[in-house]
């Protein structure tokens, strides 16, 4: 088993032969698809979704409609391989993978919500979620919460009550790529002292969880 923090949103899930990347977007190194068994995608946004990574690979894609759509304009040839999912659904991908939400949190009320889909995925005896851009509870208890610790969409308060309200014994960071060094820290900070007995840390761009 192992799992890698990549650039940005993106993470990388191997186990018992099978390469699950969720989120491999423009921020996110080319090399993360490398061997990639499938793809799960979030939404539309552009630090979740590059079509130049989906090209490097060709695993099967696994997203929402609105991603799908999107993909057929920029490459019919990739959108043959993807699979469109639903709230709630369960499906394998290789690992037993559950969809959770469908909307995208609020930016702000005067653009249109986006539609999101988180993912959570069972690795043996590991659950990981990833919530994308939302702060939807993954429906069930989960180890370790990849944790989206900013965005235009959120203030750390709000951060903090959703891994709060998951309580997964752990939160690794995740949409980070918008922060500097200083940003880091701050947040950072504040998420170890705040999400009570979640422990939090946060994994350079290509660094493994130690599990």
Known sequence: MRITKFGHACVRIEHDGQVVVIDPGAFTEREAVDGATAVLVTHEHADHLHVDHLR????????????RAQI??????VAERVTVVSPGEQLDVGLPVTAVGELHA?????????????????????????????????????????????APWSKISEVID??????????????????????????????????GETAYERLQPGTDLSL
């Open 106 to 150: 609020v930016i702000h009320e005067d653009l249109p919500r986006v539609h999101n889909s988180g993912y959570v995925v069972d690795v043996g005896s590991l659950r990981v979620y990833h919530p994308g851009d939302s702060l939807t509870p993954p429906g069930g208890p989960v180890d370790v919460l990849l944790l989206p610790v900013h």
């Open 162 to 195: 959703f891994g709060r309200s998951v309580g997964a014994p752990r939160a690794v960071a995740v949409h980070d790529g918008l922060l500097n060094d200083t940003g880091l820290g701050v947040v950072g900070r504040n998420l170890e002292l705040l999400l």
């Open 72 to 77: 057929a304009e920029a490459d019919r040839g």
């Open 56 to 67: 490097a690979t060709d695993a099967p894609v696994f997203t929402i409609e609105a991603v």
